[in-house]
T-cell receptor
Framework: DAGVTQSPTHLIKTRGQQVTLRCSPISGHKSVSWYQQVLGQGPQFIFQYYEKEERGRGNFPDRFSARQFPNYSSELNVNALLLGDSALYLC???????????????FGPGTRLTVL | LAKTTQPISMDSYEGQEVNITCSHNNIATNDYITWYQQFPSQGPRFIIQGYKTKVTNEVASLFIPADRKSSTLSLPRVSLSDTAVYYCLVGDPAYNNAGNMLTFGGGTRLMVKP
């Protein structure tokens, strides 16, 4: 089975531009989370979507938005890019069993965004 | 919000057992503790998860005391390929909501030497 896939793998944008990153979860997984990882730091939670609804949002400005489609794939949009948005953007999918705990997140390889 | 604290770095030698401790003083009742391994330019990879006491799988053990305010990842007989960053994560996707964000620690850079 294919793991979590993300596209594109690398992206270069300039300040002020907009970017859309894409993620396809593991088949059967209905939850997708997005993380931002700045070089040398741990991943920071941005969003979680489950069954096409936002379930959680991290401490990120409104320039960041996301959505989940009926096939459970997801897009992360970032508007008005800043230099500080340069990072590795990670997508993770998980199967929500409906019971407490043990919902392992499987991460994709990430999209490396560089803002010039 | 359960913030986590880990040592920034650790050194070890091949064949040794490595123990990495994570502090999470504000862990919530529904939170689980999960450890991930990350190599450069790759996404994190799940190692182990637990709620309390001890959990063991084929690659690691996780020790959680009764108060759950800390946890220790134990890697038996490490090899050079275990050189990576190890993250402690507190939370549970099943109960994630606006007030229960998934939080990674700063990570521990483990260097295994020959």
């Amino acid at each position: 089975d294919a793991g979590v896939t993300q596209s594109p793998t690398h992206l270069i944008k300039t300040r002020g531009q907009q970017v859309t990153l894409r993620c396809s979860p593991i088949s059967g997984h209905k939850s997708v989370s997005w993380y931002q990882q700045v070089l040398g730091q741990g991943p920071q939670f941005i969003f979680q979507y489950y069954e096409k609804e936002e379930r959680g949002r991290g401490n990120f400005p409104d320039r960041f938005s996301a959505r989940q489609f009926p096939n459970y794939s997801s897009e992360l949009n970032v508007n008005a890019l800043l230099l500080g948005d340069s990072a590795l953007y990670l997508c993770a999918s998980s199967y929500i069993s409906g019971r407490a705990g043990s919902n392992e997140q499987f991460f994709g390889p990430g999209t490396r965004l560089t803002v010039l | 919000l359960a913030k986590t604290t880990q040592p920034i770095s650790m050194d070890s030698y091949e064949g040794q057992e490595v123990n990495i401790t994570c502090s999470h003083n504000n862990i919530a009742t529904n939170d689980y503790i999960t450890w991930y391994q990350q190599f450069p330019s790759q996404g994190p990879r799940f190692i182990i998860q637990g709620y309390k006491t001890k959990v063991t799988n084929e690659v690691a053990s996780l020790f959680i005391p009764a108060d759950r305010k800390s946890s220790t990842l134990s890697l038996p007989r490490v090899s050079l390929s275990d050189t990576a960053v190890y993250y402690c994560l507190v939370g549970d996707p099943a109960y994630n909501n606006a007030g229960n964000m998934l939080t990674f620690g700063g990570g521990t850079r483990l260097m295994v030497k020959p």
